[in-house]
């Protein structure tokens, strides 16, 4: 059986395991946070969630992960089967970490962990969000999902970025990232609704309060 290793606050993580419930896959969780304890890098060589162990070994990275369980489980294909169109799914998978989810992150530590983030830091976060959502917007479907009529891996990146980003924005820019792009909230709602994205929200709610207690204690 696959065993995911990580935790429910981990928007990585969750991911991976939206992507192993939608496909019916059976699987097991270790609960774990990122660590440089040389027990945790044997299974993560840099120390970050999530990991995936395999019968045949460990596999690292998220979007490596995806493709993994793709080529490897049966159950509901989250990548479409002609080669541009797949193209097209992993480019806006990377689009969204790249410019909306990186950008967002940087500014993490501000906005949930009571910490403080440079100005410099912030500036460039607000300018490559807005490129982000604008770069989203023009080649997104939205029709009703990122990419046309299907789930793809593309949604597991858009559901667990987009909230984080769109939080970062309001809290430090007083600003609604999705205003002119009220096709992604649609989406959201929609994501919503899925008994599977309920359930890693639920997963997610019962760890959150400890996790941010303990991340500002370390601060």
Known sequence: MLKLHGFAVS????????????????????????????????????????????????????????????ETQGGKPLLPKDAFERATVRALTKEIELYIELPARSCYAEVFFGGKVDQQVKDKAKTDLLAGVAALKRHAKFAPYVAGSEMTIADLMFIYSIDLASAVAKKLFDLD?????????????????????????????AEMAAFIAAARAKR
């Open 11 to 70: 928007n990585y993580f969750n991911m991976v395991k939206l992507a192993l419930l939608e496909k019916g896959v059976d699987f097991e969780v270790n609960v774990v946070h990122p660590s440089q304890d040389e027990a945790f890098l044997a299974i993560s060589p840099r120390g970050k969630v999530p990991a995936l162990e395999t019968e045949h070994g460990l596999v690292s990275e998220t979007n490596v992960i995806l493709e993994y369980i793709e």
């Open 177 to 205: 990232l999705l205003a002119d792009l009220p096709e992604a909230r649609a989406l959201q709602a929609k994501l919503a609704e899925n008994p599977n994205v309920q359930k890693i929200e639920a997963d997610k709610n």
